[in-house]
Each structure stands twice: as C-alpha cells, then as structure tokens.
C-alpha cells in the first residue's frame, strides 16, 4: 500500500494570470494609442506562459503582422523582459547572438512587446505589430497604463 502524500511533501504553485476581462482593457488602451497616431495596429495579449487570450487586428493592421505581435506578446510574457531589450544583445558579436532563432522563430527582439507584471509578477504580456518599433512600443505601454489605471479604480 502506498503512503499518503503528506502536505510539507507535495507543493502547488499559486500562479496570478490575466484573465479575459484584463485583456480587454489592455486592448482598449493599446488601441486608443493606435488610433491617435494614426497607426492601425495588431494586437496581441497572452496569459504568464505566453499563451494567447485575445487578438485585435484593427482595419488596416498589416496581415504579416498577426503574428510579430503574437509573438511580441509571447516573448515579453515568456522571457519575463521587454521584447526590445534583446535588440542589440542579439546582434553579430554580442553575447546572445541568434536568439531570435530560438524557440521555432517565435522570439521576437523588436519592440512592441511588454510583460504584465502585477505585484511584482509576470502574469502576461501585450504585443503590438504594424507600425514603426517606437510606435508599437508606445502603443504597447499605452495599454499597460491603461490597465494600470484601471487596477487603481477597481
């Protein structure tokens, strides 16, 4: 007969992940920075192990960019860092040279792509594709403001 498994033997994670209705709100703030520069825009918001939640392509997001934001988004929740911080770590002669390579292609070393950290937690990430890598940044952040904002009012 097997033992029992006692409590201080068997640990569950607790993990904190973006739900349906945090997507959301991320979208509304991403998308209202799209709108005002002018830039129609894919975008992307993932659960902590870069799985996604939601997607908006609005009229006029490029179509080659469904899936730079996708994976924007999967980066920034998956690797826990900004897209854009493997910029130049990435680059010939530097220390992570090829990484974009990595994981079938999927990590994305362009901005555009943030983590959602909540209490100091990963619990998802937000990716936008279409325009420029500053305007996808700014767009990006905009989204994470406005969720931000909202967890102030909650």
Known sequence: M???I???????????RLGCDD???????????AAHIGVPMCIAIT??????????????????SI??????AFTAAGAKKA????GSASQPGSAAYGINSAIGGRLMVV??????????EVVG??????????????CAQAGLEHFSNSMVQR
């Open 2 to 4: 097997e033992k029992p």
């Open 23 to 33: 997507a959301q709100i991320l979208m509304e703030g991403a998308r209202s920075k």
């Open 111 to 120: 901005a555009g792509g943030l983590p959602v950290i909540i209490e100091g």
């Open 47 to 64: 659960d902590e192990s870069g799985n996604l939640i939601a997607f908006e392509r609005m009229n006029g997001g490029k179509i080659t």
């Open 83 to 86: 897209t854009h911080e493997y």
């Open 67 to 72: 899936t730079i934001a996708q994976d924007k």
């Open 125 to 138: 990430g937000i990716g936008l594709s279409s325009g420029m890598p500053a305007q996808d940044l700014a």
């Open 6 to 16: 006692q409590n201080e033997e068997f640990i569950m994670l607790t993990i904190k």
